[in-house]
């Protein structure tokens, strides 16, 4: 058995390696696929249909993974289809030859995320369950967070001397890399038991503890779409440079980055985590409803600090109640639930997004608000149906 600083230093680089590929992926991948001669129109479809397949593979394999205590060996083998999915994009070209690569891309790496939270969350309840040292799971995912920021700062300067075509090999080579890390991190690392099926008939209390959770969290996760789809064109449309898109993104990721890295050690952890959903939707209603005043360079670097709380913290705070509510069993399904929520929900933000862009321009962002302040009320409601200490809902 590995010592927990070791596992704990494991599960680090296996985050660390799962989104080392969204590093080159977020800035790049579109590049790609314009310098292939596909239009915007068609960038636009290979990019909406991606969330779309991700749901399916996502709810499939971590269903699977619970079901045979398989979390680790279908993550790697995720992974090298990521691997090989590049590799096959190198030698297309055509918009149906690259639609179908994209397409297996978006199934393989749709459930490589929530499979990695699974194993990290199963090793923080056995611990728990053995009275052994305490797993940050904030902080091991900070590393995920960390590792997106790194991999965009040193993929710049390759992409600037690589022909826009040939990108697709840059990341072909942080997957197979990305591969062999999560091998490494996860050989002989004891993963979550097999045997977790929904039961049958589960309590309804429970079921709609698990349903009003999700709502809230795809409400407030999906009001990002607009920021997301749009933020640099409002920013360049305003006068700013590229060097100012570049640091607004590099000032969310770091108070992201940061956020994690407190959340365990100075914020509570799993015993706030609801506390933290509330957070998020406060955070996320006051960033669009300032963004949407255009606030000046100052005020847009303030409201992208924002995104420590916005987002992360409404990444942690459901990860923590549902594996609570889902039980030790079935931890990579509530997290399989919870991606496929937000994959639905913010296709349909980001599609929204256009409209609103077009129409209202930055007042757009209040569009935004509007669903992050019914994420937020949808909180009081879960607040209000939540059991007191002594009365916990049992887990279906």
Not at 24 to 42: C, H, I, N, Y
Not at 352 to 364: H, I, K, N, Q, T
Request: proline letters at 4%.
């Amino acid at each position: 058995m590995l010592s927990p600083d070791r596992a704990e230093a494991r599960l680090s680089g296996l985050m660390a390696a799962i989104y080392a590929i969204i590093g080159v992926q977020l800035p790049f991948f579109t590049l790609w696929l314009a310098a292939r001669g596909l239009s915007a129109r068609e960038i636009a479809a290979v990019m909406a249909a991606a969330p779309l397949i991700r749901i399916v593979s996502t709810l499939v394999a971590s269903r699977e993974g619970d079901r045979h205590g398989a979390h680790g060996a279908i993550l790697v083998g995720c992974l090298a289809a990521v691997t090989a999915a590049f590799a096959v994009m190198g030698a297309l070209h055509g918009f149906w030859s690259i639609f179908a690569a994209v397409a297996l891309l978006a199934a393989a790496q749709g459930p490589t995320g929530v499979l990695a939270d699974g194993i990290i969350l199963a090793e923080a309840r056995r611990r728990q369950e053995r009275a052994t040292k305490a797993l940050d799971y904030a902080a091991v995912r900070g590393w995920g967070s960390a590792s997106i920021l790194f991999f965009m700062l040193i993929a710049g300067p390759i992409a600037a001397i690589v022909a826009n075509d040939d990108l697709v090999w840059l990341h072909m080579v942080v997957a197979g890399l990305a591969t062999a890390a999560a091998f490494g991190a996860l050989r002989g690392f004891e993963g979550p038991a097999a045997g977790g099926r929904m039961a049958q008939g589960a309590p309804r209390e429970a079921l709609t503890m698990i349903g009003l959770t999700i709502a809230a969290t795809v409400l407030i996760q999906c009001s990002h779409g607009f920021v997301n789809a749009f933020g640099p064109l409002l920013w360049k449309a305003s006068g700013h440079d590229e060097n100012f898109v570049a640091l607004a993104w590099a000032a969310a990721l770091v108070t992201e980055i940061g956020f994690f890295f407190a959340a365990g050690r100075w914020l509570g952890g799993a015993r706030n985590a609801f506390l933290f959903l509330v957070l998020g939707g406060i955070a996320a209603t006051l960033r669009w409803l300032w963004m949407a005043s255009d606030p000046g360079t100052l005020g847009l670097y303030a409201a992208q600090a924002l995104h420590g709380v916005s987002c992360a913290a409404v990444q942690l705070g459901p990860a923590y109640l549902l594996a609570e509510l889902f039980g030790r069993e079935r931890i990579a399904q509530s997290q399989g639930w919870l991606a496929a929520g937000n994959a639905a929900g913010s296709a349909l933000a980001v599609y929204a997004s256009g409209p609103l862009y077009e129409s209202f321009g930055v007042r757009g962002y209040l569009g935004m608000a509007a669903l992050s302040a019914a994420g937020l009320a949808l909180t009081a409601v879960i607040a209000l149906r939540r059991p007191s200490p002594h009365r916990r809902v049992r887990s279906p």
